[in-house]
């Protein structure tokens, strides 16, 4: 089965990006920065089997693929989601959850992309070591959310124009600079974000467990961007600085529409206009797109690219109050939860294996 059984008609399932940069060859093989070759180290432990480490054989009930609470579907509460039967409310769950996580595959195919690109233009080996190991991350990322589609969802929607329009500008960028600011810090940021909420609210097992482990990889690659940026960006001019910062704040006005998911209500023809103007006036959903920056935003305080047109915008979009969240227990945090996922999943096979060989 392919993940060509989009939702919406495409005209076309191929998309070329002219891209240009520069390749670097580094011929200094010394040790390189400390940082950046511990994140590398960590980054060939934690390769993990995507086909072994998840529970492929456990059923998805497609009227509610990651058991979430009524409430947090976006149109919960309109008079449109009220007027709906069962039937109707199980479709709406089961296209909003293959929209989603067709975004996050398209997501991860982009960051596959550039995380190949970073190998072959970032000046330094240790940079371009770690690259190395993101390019398998991503892949991975790719294999389990093209499957999750294909085999539990059995649906699969076009990329979002927000995000398409990002991901052309990042990769058609030539500076390298530019691929890590607008995929290790933007698009993944933001995705590290949307991975967690359904990573702490999903019941269902399997999208549960498969974003935790995408997320331990994740914040490994927002690291990467910020050790190598924050090192970087000082020897800019504050021109070259500003430059950045437009890039950031537009960036972050797209991202923000591209949760708004209208080609979902668009695609299922339930009164579109009226969920997408309810969506827009709904606290609920200006509370879940605000915490999605929650990543994003103070990464960007971190490496200096916060000047007062971002502050501006930043407020305007209801995200200013992120700029001092503490990134790294974050990261901890985030490893922690995979490391104890990943005990608990050792421990049941070990139950298992006792308990056949008792029975023996």
Known sequence: MSTRMYALPVDQTQWQIPGGGTTVFDWEYDEGRDRLLSLYEKGKQKQWDAAERLDWSIEVDCNNPMGVPEQTIAIYGSRVWDSLGDKDKGMVRHHLAAWQF?????????ALICSSKI????PGLDAKFYAATQVMDEARHMEVYSRYLREKLQLAYPINPSLKALLNDVISDSRWDMTYLGMQVLIEGLALAAFGLIR?????????????????????????????????YPQLTQAERDEREEFCIEACYQMQERFVGEEVWRNLDIDADECIDYMRGSQH??????????????????LGLFGDKMRHAFAEMGIIGYEHHDLDALIAQDEQIAGDLDLARIQQVDKVIDYAATEE
Do not use: C, W
Not at 102 to 110: I, P, V
Not at 119 to 122: D, E, G
Not at 289 to 297: A, D, E, W
């Open 285 to 302: 959903f200006k509370a879940f797109r605000s915490h999605l920056f929650s990543r994003i935003v103070p990464t960007l305080n971190d």
């Open 119 to 122: 190998v072959h233009t970032v």
């Open 102 to 110: 067709s975004q996050f595959l398209h997501g991860e195919q982009g």
């Open 200 to 232: 702490d609210n999903a019941s269902e097992p399997l999208a549960q467990a498969l974003n935790t482990y995408v997320m331990q990889d994740e914040a490994r690659h927002v690291a990467f961007g910020r050790l190598t940026l924050r090192e970087y």
